[in-house]
């Protein structure tokens, strides 16, 4: 074995002993590292933990987010519309080779628009149209000349 790839293998694992390190302390500093930590645990107690723990560390955040409700309704309401909708998104793969090139393979991927969230979006927004429990409006029939019947014409 050369010495570069004797080098690259003790850097390689002693990146993977840090980041197993920050898995144990849970020092979760980024959002996207915290939704990774949720998707990677399935104990409902330590995701309960890890959610107050970043809450301590980031307070000026909930307050923001305890101020304005309206801000974290908004982005659930684009996400659902994006699932309703469909599209694309992008897909980036990043492989490194033994003489340490980088390759980046880029995907196109194509989600099917999805009809719950579709339903779900308008049957929220547009009530009226839209309601699981619809409410006709009742039809009078005219009994003008049933009445004249019983009751003989006005004059």
Not at 15 to 43: C, M, P, Y
Not at 117 to 133: I, R
Request: proline share 4%.
């Amino acid at each position: 074995m050369n010495i570069k790839r004797k080098q690259a293998i003790e850097t390689l694992s002693a990146a993977v002993s840090s980041v197993n390190d920050v898995k144990i302390q849970t020092d979760i500093q980024s959002l996207g590292k915290l939704s990774e930590a949720f998707i990677n645990t399935s104990d409902k107690a330590e995701r309960k933990k890890l959610a107050a723990d970043y809450k301590k560390r980031h307070k000026e955040l909930q307050d923001f987010l305890d101020a304005n409700p309206e801000l974290v309704n908004s982005e659930v309401e684009r996400a659902l519309l994006a699932a309703a909708l469909g599209g694309e998104y992008a897909e980036e793969e990043i492989r490194v080779d033994a003489r340490g090139r980088r390759t980046i393979r880029r995907k196109v991927r194509k989600v099917a628009p999805n009809p719950s969230a579709a339903l779900s979006y308008l049957q929220n927004k547009d009530k009226e149209n839209w309601s699981p429990n619809p409410k006709a409006d009742p039809e009078l029939e005219d009994t003008s000349e049933i009445e004249e019947d019983i009751y003989g014409k006005e004059n």
